[in-house]
């Protein structure tokens, strides 16, 4: 497995990440790039992450093998159009994107006939700061990569993408994109919002800030991933904004059995919840390829 030409859409921490590795693993000859800001584009160059900054989208697909695209969900449609024309109907085109469905929507009115070069991919990987510099070939070792393909691909194009991220240190699992999104709704997007809003709850109150400078590693842990891009989050829970609603009338549901329980005095009850979050936890460990940080694309 060897690609002449990869074109690096979106030249950031995840983009960045995976030409790296892709080059130290011998798997690619050459790297074009495209970002829209042309100083991230020349220090791609510079980090040597790619070999030719391009100046369009259109540009960088030209005679590539292979496509991938990194970029915020919200600039998915866009970049699929811009892309188009200049896909060769033999690459292997595929995103890095957090949610799917979404993502295939717009590939679908965007691609035309070249949708089936798309093999749509999630590797669970991240820092908690973004950008080219912070770009490193490990970044996705050990890690999971989910592929959601379409019915339009073929069964070697499937094999050739999980063989892919494979051989950069990956994990690789299939789902369906409506598997995807629910999934990661409960297990990381609401997670995220929850942590945004308990970060806001606190400092909008009056004595916030003083609450703040007593915080402890509880809320360090907590809030860690608070500090995530807001840009990219934005984007995230719009896309998978029926999924992230249906696990926040979840989340209700168990927040008012602990509310009724502290307004009814209910300490055995209290203790009932207390124990069933803690035995679920104590039991659950981190599944090999699970571990990562919060998610960043550029």
Not at 5 to 23: D, E, N, P, T
Not at 49 to 74: K, T, W
Not at 165 to 193: C, K, N, Q, R, Y
Not at 228 to 245: G, H, P, Y
Request: glycine residues 6%; aromatic residues 6%.
């Amino acid at each position: 497995m060897n690609f002449q030409r990869l074109a690096l859409i979106g030249c950031g921490l995840m983009g960045g990440s995976f030409a790296l590795a892709l080059r130290q693993a011998g798997l690619v000859q050459h790297i074009t790039g495209f970002s829209a800001s042309e100083k991230t584009r020349q220090r791609a160059v510079e980090l040597r992450v790619i070999d030719q900054a391009c100046s369009s989208v259109a540009e960088a697909v030209l005679g590539a093998d292979l496509v991938l695209l990194a970029v915020p969900v919200g600039a998915m449609h866009s970049s699929f159009v811009a892309l188009r024309d200049s896909l060769s109907p033999t690459a292997l085109l595929m995103d890095v994107g957090s949610t799917k469905c979404d993502v295939i929507a717009a590939a679908k009115s965007a691609l035309g006939e070249r949708l089936h070069c798309l093999v749509p991919a999630h590797p669970i990987a991240g820092k908690e700061v973004a950008g080219i510099d912070h770009a490193e070939g490990t970044l996705y070792q050990e890690r999971r990569t989910i592929l959601t393909p379409l019915p339009q691909n073929t069964i070697r194009q499937i094999q050739t993408a999980s063989a892919l991220w494979t051989a950069i240190g990956s994990h690789v699992s299939h789902m369906t994109p409506e598997a995807h999104d629910a999934t990661f709704a409960a297990v990381s997007h609401l997670p995220h919002l929850l942590a945004f809003a308990a970060v806001n709850a606190l400092t909008a109150q009056p004595q916030g800030a003083a609450f703040l400078e007593m915080a402890g590693p509880g809320f360090r842990d907590f809030s860690r991933i608070a500090a995530s891009d807001a840009s990219v989050w934005r984007d995230i829970l719009s896309a998978n904004k029926s999924e992230v609603l249906s696990q926040m009338a979840h989340y209700r549901a168990a927040l008012d059995q602990f509310e009724n329980a502290l307004k009814s005095n209910d300490t055995a009850e209290l203790r009932h919840l207390i124990q069933l979050a803690s035995d679920v936890r104590s039991a659950w460990t981190l599944q090999a390829g699970n571990a990562c940080n919060t998610t960043s694309e550029d």
